[in-house]
C-alpha cells in the first residue's frame, strides 16, 4: 500500500459526470493500493434552501425524508461500487448530510482519515462559475489535502 495516497475520497452526487469523476478515483486507488470511500452528501430535513437558511415545512416526514436521500445515495453509490469491486479496490460509502456539499465532503474526508479527493467537475467558467458557484471549488479551496479534479 502506498504511504501517501492509502484512503482516496470519492464525492458523488449521482450524475454522470460525478460518477465518472468517482470511477477515475477507483483507477487511480487501484494504482496506488489505497482503498477508496464514496460519500453522497444529502440535505438536512427541510423544505427550501435559500444560501445558508433553510425554511421547514409540513410536507414529507423526517422518516420520509431519511428514506428518499438513502434511497438516492444507494443509486449513487451503486456505479461507483461495481467499478472498485470489479477493479478490486477496498471500498466503503457513506451518506453525510451537511447543509453545504463542500463542507459535508471535508467533514468526512478528516473524519475518515483520506489522504486525497478525487472529484469531478462541470467546468463552468466566467459568469456562471461565478454566480452558480461550485462545490468543486469550494471544496479546492477549503481542502488541507490534495483534490485531483477530473474533467
Not at 484512503?7 to 489505497?34: C, E, F, M, N, Y
Not at 454566480?131 to 485531483?148: D, K, M, N
Request: charged share 20%; aromatic share 6%; with cysteine.
Amino acid at each position: 500500500m502506498n504511504p501517501l495516497y492509502a484512503h482516496i475520497l470519492l464525492p458523488t452526487d449521482g450524475s454522470s459526470l460525478a460518477s465518472r469523476g468517482a470511477k477515475a478515483g477507483v483507477q487511480l486507488a487501484k494504482a496506488l493500493g489505497a482503498k477508496v470511500t464514496v460519500v453522497y452528501v444529502g440535505m438536512p430535513y427541510a423544505a427550501s434552501v435559500y444560501g445558508d437558511a433553510a425554511v421547514y415545512y409540513a410536507g414529507p416526514s423526517p422518516r420520509e425524508h431519511k428514506r428518499f436521500s438513502e434511497e438516492a445515495a444507494k443509486k449513487a453509490f451503486a456505479p461507483v461500487a461495481l467499478e472498485a469491486r470489479r477493479a478490486g479496490v477496498d471500498c466503503s460509502t457513506l451518506l453525510a448530510v451537511n447543509l453545504k456539499p463542500w463542507e459535508g465532503i471535508l467533514k468526512t474526508a478528516r473524519a475518515r482519515k483520506c489522504d486525497a479527493i478525487v472529484m469531478a467537475s462541470h467546468g463552468r467558467t466566467g459568469l456562471g462559475g461565478l454566480f452558480l458557484g461550485s462545490e468543486t471549488q469550494r471544496v479546492l479551496a477549503h481542502s488541507r489535502i490534495p483534490v485531483l479534479v477530473i474533467r
